[in-house]
């Protein structure tokens, strides 16, 4: 799974300089609470597509949802 830095910690994460890189309490699980989830359209697979548009909600497809 990949990682997820708060925004606050970008700097954190991005300093070359530090002499623990990555800095370790960042690789924590992010708390559940502060993750948001929502459909996106089916172009977002594949690499062709670049679109700001891809991130929009969707309405999930009913017959695809668990196929």
Do not use: C
Request: charged share 25%; no cysteine; net charge negative.
């Amino acid at each position: 799974m990949p990682g997820i830095v708060a925004p606050k910690n970008y700097e954190r994460w991005l300093d070359t300089d530090s002499e623990s890189t990555p800095p370790p309490d960042l690789l924590q699980p992010y708390p559940a609470e502060e993750i948001e989830a929502w459909t996106v359209s089916v172009q977002v697979g594949n690499v062709r597509n670049n679109d700001p548009e891809l991130l929009a909600l969707q309405e999930p497809d009913q017959r695809t949802l668990f196929s």
